[in-house]
């Protein structure tokens, strides 16, 4: 027998953890089995088994009530998928939960998406002094490099990689990733291959580190290593986020007829989750219509319902950019002004910025921006995915 | 913003990480009775087998630390008094963080079995040896010492009713499945107790569910989680019921032990005057990026890892990994520092000093009163409780009064035979013991607990023996750390079972002779 990689091998732990529990008799066996889906849907990616933990959970509801354990499981699940006011009411179903510590963190979260930035961070430095974990000090770092302090960033990712045991390698794994990005977002090549890499060493097989390096790839102009990886991944996960990204690499690579086939597999994706009730493609659609296949007044529709959905610096410049698209400029140059109002630091959003700013006969604004956005990122024009 | 790919995506919610490997269980300490060539000293560090009996997981590390010193008393001149005891402390403190310099005994074990020695900081200088798990070697120092290692499976040389321990400090988790994300419902707010509760029927034993707390949990039922009684539960013979039913809770299970027989003057080169070899034991867990860190691709480092290894890098392997468990006394974690991660301090607990205090006499309002119906005498200061009370304090000044007696009496032994030379060693005294956290084995001594702690010792009911007033006599004899292990005694109380609180002995004999830990199931 072939020897499984660290992915296969987390997979198989949980799938035999799952099949032991068999049918749930009790709260405890109940909460393990749907947190079991939870987390292999978690690391397959794949959006059906989502919805299989997340009946697993409801089933688990209506067997054993509202159990804190099972409540924080709905909780970020519902936050996985954008679904915030579900995760406030899933936290809220247990009595304790909220003030409790991963309690805590799920609201850590849900500041930030609804533009409490502040608070966010008062939130995450708290539960930091309180419990010293990795992905609180991964959030933290998040936070630090949306608001442009890049040194921070790292410094905190490497303070949670110190906090990471060998029994955690998918977690050092993802942190890896998370400084890789850093790096990619700045144009910095060789130092997100670095960390890419020691992503793939550490965790092997996991189709998310390949999804990064072949992000990397299309970026530095590799097409060929891009297509092999992106092949990969989407036969192992076929999100249709993923089928965007590998349809903008063709369209990089100006292979037209491919990247419409991709896009058309794209759109249908994010129009069936949505159609099914799902919020979590909003963005994406957002994303979709604004550049993709300009459709702007679409654009703007998904725009809006994604900023009442959560209004934060990325719903806000989204909706900037499909309102530019529609012609809209005095409303999408104000939307931007808040976004820029954030403090955000990012070169994508600038750069919408400046021909917003353009647009609105705000030369100087613009020029500014521009110059910031090129300083944040030489290569921002150039392929990329849309992670956030 | 916060795509997709958070930390949720890999970030477990509730943690599986299998810290088990980590989980040390017991620390052993004792003078061995073979001493041709030399006193010797036995530690042994006993942990959760994982992954198996026998096998080791290769990513651990773990510390056997020690140090040998002069045998210190307290005079017993000074006034018993809670600036007394902080001066002590203090004074303990220094000592360890300045005047000791501890040895250790660094092991790992690669994937195919070979254990990886490292002996650090003794007086002949550091060294590193590679021996087989699971048999009996011997090693010779460079300075021609002789010492026995064992690296293996052995059967598990704790034996106590744990179910019952928990029972009587009302520990929710070993009978309620408690919600992971629910951290306060550990230890419930219900006094702590020897004897139950009438109407505590969170934790009173449950005819209808036996193995409650033993093979089975419930779920935790919504709260208020307390206790309103005000009185004792008897039957209707009069009988108060036991939270202990005296059974082994760990028959029948093995662990992965670390055992070395080391001659004295291996460890100090004062061995006239250096008669307590304090020793703790450590677990860490090697950190990831280490896991993967770009090390030289040569076959020697990855078999001689300790090759690189002198004094000015051991900091720099211990970098490498992360605390996780630390052993020393036993109960010092259970009972004093109520299990919590931040507390995992070691050696190095001299800053819970004020929480022992405190938390002592917290236990103390539960075990007291208990002690006190059961017709004996308690050292604890409950001004005649009739029943237990739970009672905490934030500051040991309010604390102290209560468990002054519980601090400084002189624990009796139950006969002579842990003094086999007759020497003049004064008897221990609870404040000594707890800090540091520390198996102090007194070499003029069999190494009885406290004098150290011996497989067939059984600590759990000398622990308990803490909260008895030493003054007190029983059938002509004063109390001492056995009398609650006297079947005698629980023959005629007022109490069902009639049993001691823990097993009288293991499931399993011990071996007289090394590695004295009985062979796995």
Redesign the interface.
Known sequence: MANLTDYQNDLRKIERNIAEIGSPS???RATRRA?GL??HA??T?RLDEFTAAEAAIAEAFDQ?GS???LC??KA?LD??FHRLQGAKRALAM????TE????RTVWA?IH??EGRYGQAKQMCEALIAENRT??NL??LA?WES?FGRIEDAEVLYTEA??????????????VQ?QKGLLHLRRGRYEQAAVHYR?AA??YSGYW?VEDHLAELYGSQGKYDEAVALYERVLAENSRP?LQQAFGELYAAMGEECEAEKWFDKALAGFLEASANGGV?YYHHLVDFFSDVREDASAAVAWGRKDFEL?R????EAALAWALYRNGHIEEADEMMDCALGSGVQDGHLFAKAATIKAAAGRSHESAQLSGRAFALNPHHQGFHVH?? | ??????????????S????SAADLYDLFGFPSADTAGGEKTVIALTMAAVPETGIFDS?MLYRVQMVAAPRVSWTGVEEQTLDTLLKYFSSVKDKYLSAYKAAEIRVTVDADGRAQLAFLRFPGGDFSKTVATNKVETITTPGGHSIKVYIGGREEAFFNDLPGFFRSINYAPQFY?V??????ARELPIPKTLIELEGNYLFNFDPATPQWGKTM?K?LP??PWTWTGDKFKKDENGNYRFVYDGEDARAGKNCNAIIFEIPLAFITQDTARNRIVNSWGESW????????ETIPDEPFWHQHPWALLDGSHSDEQLKRY?LVDTDGLPFADAALSEREDNRQLGANNFWLAPHFITRLAHLGWGFGPSITALGLQTSFDHDNSPVSVHKTYSNPIAAFPRVRKTLFQKLNMPDDSWNPKGMKIPLRRAFEIFVPNVCATDMDTTGSWPFGRRPEDQVATRFLALFLDMEAELNGRKYHVETLGDPALWNSAPIVPETPPNPLKNDKEFLDHFPYLAEPW
Request: glycine share 6%; aromatic share 10%; no cysteine.
């Open positions: 009790d709260t405890d947190y939870y987390q978690a690391l990616g054993v159990w804190p354990d924080l499981v970020n936050m996985k247990a009595p304790g939960l409790s510590f991963p309690g979260d930030l998406q990795w992905d991964a959030r998040y949306k990689e110190e906090e990471i045991t060998a029994k955690e390698m998918r977690g050092y794994a993802w990733l020691r060493d550490a998310l986020e979590h959560r934060n610096f990325g719903t992670r956030s | 913003m916060a795509d997709h790919n958070d930390p949720n995506a890999v970030n477990t919610i509730f599986d990480v299998d810290v990513d499945h919600p992971q994300s629910m951290t306060e949990k779920d919504p709260g867990v090697l950190k990831a990026a280490h896991k993967v992360k």
